[in-house]
Nanobody, 125 residues
């Protein structure tokens, strides 16, 4: 069983920054592709960013490209999402997710095997 715990969410003014963290358990964390998703009220959960097991490859959804940075530290079993230049439309619950059996980064939520409970990010105007 893989457990994921997100932290770092909060309330921030538009234009501000936050760094989300995801702490993962598991003996083979370094082999997982990791992703960040978000879900706003009334909307489907959407892909935000993904990172390969080695950290060498990253993928972002167009709306956050250039503003968000995903990274990982396999020594600490951690994955991060640095969010800069935040906009009100970034307001959502942010989830980290682990894909335990693929090395390609997927934007499809059903590919991911384990999910955290989410952390709320609220961006005010």
């Amino acid at each position: 069983q893989v457990q994921l715990v997100e932290s770092g969410g909060g309330l921030v003014q538009a234009g501000g920054s936050l760094r989300l963290s995801c702490a993962a358990s598991g003996r083979t964390f370094s082999r997982y592709t990791m992703g960040w998703f978000r879900q706003a009220p009334g909307k489907e959960r959407e892909f935000v960013a993904g990172i390969s097991w080695s950290g060498g490859d990253t993928t972002y959804t167009d709306s956050v490209e250039g503003r968000f940075t995903i990274s990982r530290d396999n020594t600490k079993n951690m994955v991060y999402l640095r969010m800069n230049s935040l906009k009100p439309e970034d307001t959502a619950v942010y989830y980290c997710a682990a894909d335990t059996d693929q090395r390609l980064i997927s934007k499809t939520e059903r590919v991911y095997d384990y999910w955290g409970q989410g952390t709320q990010v609220t961006v005010s105007s």
